[in-house]
């Protein structure tokens, strides 16, 4: 059984930091792109970035582009999205998602999802 969990979300003010960490288990992961996506309320769900298997090519919305870095250890089956500079646009719940594959940039390439951590910006 795959599972996938996030954690580091939280409340932070605009202009802050935070770094969401996602644990894998269930199976090796170092063959396969993951990726980070969240959903504000009302909202669909949109891909923030996405990282190849081997974490040597990283791709981010353009949104978040220069303020997020996605990264991975695959020795540790984890997944990090550091976020800075946040803005109050940012509030979402992320979510951490396995592609059986290559990196994909939908929903649907994404089989395996975690539950969620909440991101709240304050402006």
């Known amino acids: 059984q795959v599972q996938l969990a996030e954690s580091g979300g939280g409340l932070v003010q605009a202009g802050g930091s935070l770094t969401l960490s996602c644990a894998a288990s269930?199976?090796?992961?170092?063959?396969?792109?993951m990726g980070w996506f969240r959903q504000a309320p009302g909202k669909g769900r949109e891909c923030v970035g996405c990282?190849?298997?081997?974490?040597?090519?990283?791709y981010y919305a353009d949104s978040v582009k220069g303020r997020f870095t996605i990264s991975r250890d695959n020795a540790k089956n984890m997944m990090s999205l550091q976020m800075t500079s946040l803005k109050p646009e940012d509030t979402a719940v992320y979510y951490c998602?396995?592609?059986?594959?290559?990196?994909?940039?939908?929903?649907?390439?994404?089989?395996?999802w975690g539950q969620g951590t909440q991101v709240t910006v304050s402006s």
């Open positions: 269930g199976r090796t992961f170092s063959d396969y792109a």
């Open positions: 990282i190849n298997w081997s974490g040597g090519s990283a």
């Open positions: 998602a396995v592609a059986l594959g290559a990196v994909r940039f939908t929903v649907s390439g994404y089989p395996y």
